[in-house]
């Protein structure tokens, strides 16, 4: 399940929960059954009277719906969390409100029922299995203790509880396979579709171009060279405006803003760079296509006269300075590749920079 839908789920079984916990406390102060614990515990039951302990039960079981709702609505938590720490509450506040009130009697069967419905929707089959077992087997203790009753209540309500855990559990499993397939056939279609676009362009251009290439390797034995130079700089173009494009294609499966080359190929930027570059295989690899891109866009977009990359390694963290004296970010740009691979070693990236006044990018990434 996707996050949105995650959240968009526990925020309505948040909703429901609120709504249950009103209509219980509005219904336990309305109903006169005596508590199955008063034989043991001085409880005070009746028409419009509720017990300081059952009515803090229910107060606490108020607080605790309220809070969730609220924490997922404004989204302070991330609702896996929420799913995972609320599970087994609402068990327990059943099996409390139960011992409180008229045991298999009272409103308590429907926070089991609540749990268990929310489990098979939120997990598939095995976590409602595990939460209609709990429910079922603290719900055979309420008989137990309790003298009162019919084989309805002895027998009916527990077997309804565990069909309804496994059909609900069952629904839900099937609910998260076809999503499953469903992101798999996504991917599937859209390699496909990445395939099937770099297969009938960029690889046929390259094809043309290497026949070309085999051309002029055989024309060079039999003629000088500075006559292929025409047919040279041709090519050259035709490799860049592909380069162009493929730049501007992945950008595209990026979901980011497609934007024109730069205007600086007349500009010659002076490079310098100080290294000192040590860690793992893949972090090393991963800082070298960093500053690689680094010295794309500077070529590409700064139109700088000087721009200088440092390096620095220690036992904790790499430290990178892509700077330079072009014209700068515009608002709210980010370089996209670098940006995504800061973010995948768990690194940060500091963009300071002003209009005309050059940029300097910061990236600090900790070490593997």
């Known amino acids: ?99 409180l009130t008229e045991g298999v009697t009272s409103p308590a069967f429907p926070f089991f029922a609540f749990a268990v419905v929310a489990a098979g929707l939120r997990a598939g089959l095995r976590q409602a299995i595990g939460v209609t077992a709990a429910s079922v087997g603290l719900y055979e203790c309420l008989i137990v203790i309790s003298t009162r009753g019919s084989a309805e209540l002895y027998i009916m309500r527990p077997v309804y509880l565990a069909i309804t855990g496994y059909l609900v559990g069952y629904l839900g499993q099937q609910h998260l ?77 990026a979901g980011l803003e497609i934007r024109a080359a730069g205007e600086d190929a007349g500009t010659v930027t002076r490079l310098r760079v100080s290294a000192e570059l040590s860690g793992s295989v893949d972090l090393v690899d991963h800082i070298l296509q ?11 977009h700064a139109r700088a006269s000087a721009a200088r990359i440092e390096i620095r390694t220690d036992q904790s963290q790499v430290r990178v300075s892509i700077e330079d004296d072009g014209v700068g970010f515009q608002v709210d740009t980010t370089p996209w590749s670098i940006a995504s691979r800061v973010k995948e070693l768990g690194g940060r990236l500091q963009i300071v920079a002003e209009k005309g006044r050059g940029a300097q990018l910061l990236i600090t990434v900790p070490q593997a």
């Open 290 to 300: 960093i500053v690689r891109e680094g010295i794309s866009n500077v070529r590409r």
């Open 177 to 253: 396979d076809l999503q499953d397939e469903m992101r798999h056939i996504e991917v599937a279609e859209q390699r496909h579709r990445i395939a099937r676009d770099l297969h009938d362009n960029f690889s046929q251009v390259l094809a043309g171009v290497d026949l070309r290439l085999e051309s002029w390797r055989r024309q060079l034995r039999a003629r000088p060279g500075a006559e292929m130079l025409s047919e040279l700089a041709e090519l050259q173009g035709s490799v860049k405006r592909q380069s162009e494009d493929l730049r501007s294609y992945t950008r595209s499966l």
């Open 1 to 99: 399940m996707t996050p949105t839908g995650m959240q968009q789920m526990e925020q309505n079984i948040a909703r429901c929960r609120l709504v249950l916990s009103v209509a219980a406390l509005v219904a336990m102060y309305v109903d006169p059954a005596e508590p199955l614990l008063s034989r043991w515990i001085p409880l005070v039951s009746g028409p419009f009277v509720m017990d300081f302990r059952l009515l803090t039960v229910m107060v606490l079981h108020l607080t605790y719906s309220g809070s969730v709702y609220f924490l997922l609505w404004r989204e302070w938590v991330p609702a896996q969390r929420v799913a995972a720490q609320t599970i087994w509450i609402d068990v327990l506040f059943g099996a409390a409100i139960g011992m």
